[in-house]
């Protein structure tokens, strides 16, 4: 099947300059970005999905809403403070703060996430003791953040 002509084609930042190849049996466009940049993208890409510039679209997005998400958030060595108070994830379905069940073996999960990183605080047989595991977990934390300050 022979694609369609995409040169000259215009989405969002995007000017589609030539046929730059296929990708995984897919036309690969070469496109110019109005920040400058150069990229490729598929025909799927460009229409179905509508892709609308190289990037630096989402990154000003970001930049501008930075300020404001950070003034949400109390940062302390790259942990959010405010994590520990924030209300329990519509998508959690033990009720713990992190703990969850884990198929694969039957138990409980308990872990923490510290400067960026998930730690895994073990595996269970009761709910009662992951939620243990847990709570003494975060205070050890926080008396860690405080020692710190």
């Known amino acids: 099947m022979k694609a369609a002509d995409m040169v000259g084609f215009e989405h969002g930042r995007l000017k589609v300059l030539r046929r730059a190849g296929t990708k995984n049996g897919k036309a690969l466009w070469e496109c110019q970005c ?13 229409r179905a999905f509508g892709v609308e510039s ?19 958030r109390t940062l302390k060595d790259g942990t959010c ?16 703060k ?10 409980w999960r ?12 073990g595996l269970y047989d009761k709910i009662e003791d992951a939620e243990t595991a847990r709570k003494i977990a975060e205070e050890n934390v926080k008396k860690w953040i405080n020692e710190r300050k």
Do not use: W
């Open 110 to 121: 308990a872990q923490i996430r510290v400067q960026g990183k998930n730690y895994h605080l």
């Open 98 to 107: 992190g703990v969850s069940y884990y198929k694969k073996t039957g138990k």
């Open 34 to 46: 109005k920040c400058g940049n150069k990229c490729q993208y598929t025909t799927t890409q460009l």
């Open 81 to 96: 403070l405010n994590a520990f108070n924030r209300e329990i994830g519509k998508n959690n379905t033990s009720g713990i």
């Open 54 to 72: 190289c990037g630096c679209l989402q990154k000003e997005k970001a930049r501008k809403l930075a300020p404001i998400e950070g003034r949400k």
